[in-house]
């Protein structure tokens, strides 16, 4: 697994994996300075909606220029990225870039597309990830690992709005939902049952715990979210 997958790492129900199923994972790489990408963004706010989809939006970086930039873009998304490219695109980064799966990758924006990719797909949970109670430990379950297995914590803002100030969307509001504000690998999957200590999410925030194997494919994902803000 090239670097990204081996050093990134309530009062709402949370989506939860156990043994049999689980959501299924959406990535969409995306900038608040991309005008193919809004579509794509709401696109993500819909699938966010569904139960059996944790749906996460990585704002990269290098669409961002020096008077501006993207509040929400982050490093670690851009890094992710280019590790999808290793097995996906081979090259070709371009936004928005939707990966389902981590094994397989749409036009973010290509509502169809997205819907076709998503329909067939009915993952097995091989890691269950079960938060405690309080939100302040996530267990992963036994199971068989391949080598080199991690386990990712997303952390992410459930919906932000903000007027762009530069880029191809200037002067437009950009809603995002999901966004992701930090991403951090905790620790390793063997096989064996494993306790992580996390942090609960904050009010107006969600976090993901995955499992992912060096290929790109999770092996187990679950999210919750914390305490709805005020209007």
């Known amino acids: 697994?090239?670097?990204?997958?081996?050093?990134?790492?309530?009062?709402?129900?949370?989506?939860?994996?156990?043994?049999?199923?689980?959501?299924?994972?959406?990535?969409?790489?995306?900038?608040?300075?991309?005008?193919?990408?809004p579509p794509a963004d709401r696109l993500l706010g819909e699938l966010a909606r569904r139960p059996d989809v944790i749906a996460l939006g990585y704002h990269i970086t290098y669409w961002d220029g020096a008077p501006w930039r993207d509040p929400l873009s982050r490093p670690e998304a851009t890094e992710r990225q280019r590790a999808y490219d290793d097995h996906l695109t081979r090259g070709q980064l371009y936004t928005p870039q939707m990966v389902i799966e981590g094994t397989r990758d749409v036009v973010g924006s290509d509502r169809d597309l997205v819907l076709a990719a998503l329909d067939p797909e009915t993952p097995v949970a091989a890691a269950a990830v079960r938060f405690a109670p309080d939100r302040h430990a996530v267990t992963i379950g036994a199971g068989t690992a391949p080598a080199g297995a991690g386990v990712l914590v997303a952390r992410y803002v459930l919906k932000r709005t903000t007027q762009v100030k530069g880029g191809e969307n200037v002067g437009k509001s950009a809603i995002d939902v999901n966004a992701v504000t930090s991403l951090k690998m905790i620790g390793d999957w063997t096989g064996k049952p494993a306790t992580f200590a996390i942090a609960p999410p904050a009010a107006g925030e969600g976090l993901a715990v995955l499992v992912q194997a060096p290929d790109g494919r999770f092996l187990g994902a679950a999210s919750v979210a914390g305490p709805a803000t005020s209007p």
């Open 1 to 37: 697994m090239k670097a990204i997958f081996t050093v990134l790492a309530l009062l709402l129900p949370a989506v939860a994996a156990f043994a049999g199923t689980r959501p299924v994972v959406v990535e969409l790489f995306t900038s608040q300075g991309c005008s193919s990408c």
